[in-house]
């Protein structure tokens, strides 16, 4: 699986838009974006993947790049719930294990 | 649904007991994984099944054993405690090959 490099902390005012940053310039055709987030102490929460498109659900927005090295994770209104440390991870569906790095610590401010 | 529960939440142990971990999913998936993490780092998978009846082992397996009970269950054994496993241990359950896992709320393992 592609590994992907991310900022280790960012800080957004509640309110505003937080835009996380990731990149997997080795991935591969096949491989998929997948954001989960764990805010303190609990575990994991899946966030939202994509393949080539860009995605939106209830919680943010995927953007992926045209040539698929880098995405963007984006939530439109950030609130202090949204405080968490958020993975970015590239996937082959073929295979059996998700792998997390370190992620980034998104600090949300009043 | 309860999703993924994880008993215990709290565990200490002295070096060389053992416990059982155990895990429950009410989602009726056929993939169920064991995670740790420590302090400050991310995940790494200890083991997983991605069926009733099979087990494969993940990143880190050494000192652990686990048990595919049923398709609800998926149990993570120390037989022998040490203080590197010390750690925070996660359950979490999925559709085969579906990336999209569902956690549990973790059990914190503090060994002595």
């Known amino acids: 699986d592609a590994k992907t490099t991310q900022p280790p902390s960012m800080d957004c005012a509640e309110g505003r838009a937080a835009n996380l940053p990731c990149n997997h310039s080795t991935i591969s055709g096949n491989e998929y974006v997948y954001w989960y987030r764990q805010i303190h102490s609990q575990g994991p929460q899946y966030i939202i993947h994509?393949?080539?498109n860009n995605e939106t659900n209830e919680m943010a927005s995927l953007i992926i790049t045209e040539d698929r090295k880098s995405s963007t994770l984006i939530l439109p209104h950030a609130t202090l719930r949204d405080t968490a440390v958020y993975y970015c991870i590239v996937y082959n569906n073929a295979g059996n294990m998700l792998t997390f790095g370190g992620g980034t610590r998104l600090m949300v401010k009043p | 649904n309860a999703g993924v529960t994880q008993t215990p939440k709290f565990q200490v142990l002295k070096t060389g007991q053992s416990m059982t971990l155990q895990c429950a999913q009410d989602m009726n998936h056929n993939s169920m994984y064991w995670y740790r993490q420590d302090p400050g780092m991310g995940l790494r998978l200890i083991y997983y099944?991605?069926?009733?009846?099979?087990?494969d082992k993940g990143e880190v397996p050494n000192g652990y054993n686990v048990s595919r009970l049923n398709k609800r269950e998926f149990s993570l054994r120390l037989e022998s405690a040490a203080p590197s496993q010390t750690s925070v241990y996660f359950c979490?359950?999925?559709?085969?090959?579906?990336?999209?896992?569902?956690f549990g709320p973790g059990t914190r393992l503090l060994v002595l």
């Open positions: 979490a359950s999925s559709e085969p090959r579906a990336k999209t896992q569902y």
């Open positions: 099944s991605a069926s009733e009846g099979t087990t």
């Open positions: 994509g393949l080539k």
